[in-house]
């Protein structure tokens, strides 16, 4: 299944990638724990957390960037900012059942 790319503010497009790296960047920045409780967030904490995702993202693609610079290609409108939540949610909810299903059919150590 294909992706949806979401468009940066350079007009560039990402595609979310989940791989091992991007669920150690999710819980080093709490994003994990801040997607979970995301009903009670204002405004601007979406945002914030819309651009901590857009750096792991980023990042997970290989590109060296630093919050910084992910914060400012972090589209402002509500409606990109919960495509991005949406995509990178679902993306992680597939990364995680292939790894859970690796482990279910891996061979058992005696």
Known sequence: ??????????????????????LYLVKMNGIDKKLDGR???TEEENMELAGKMIYVILRSNGLKVDEEEA?????????SIQDIFNEFEKRLKEYKKKEQAKKSVAPKKK
Request: net charge negative.
């Open 71 to 79: 914060m400012m290609l972090t589209p402002m409108d509500t409606k």
């Open 39 to 41: 009903d009670d967030l």
């Open 1 to 22: 299944m294909k992706s949806k790319l979401i468009e940066l503010t350079d007009g560039s497009k990402l595609e979310v990638k989940v791989n091992f790296y991007t």
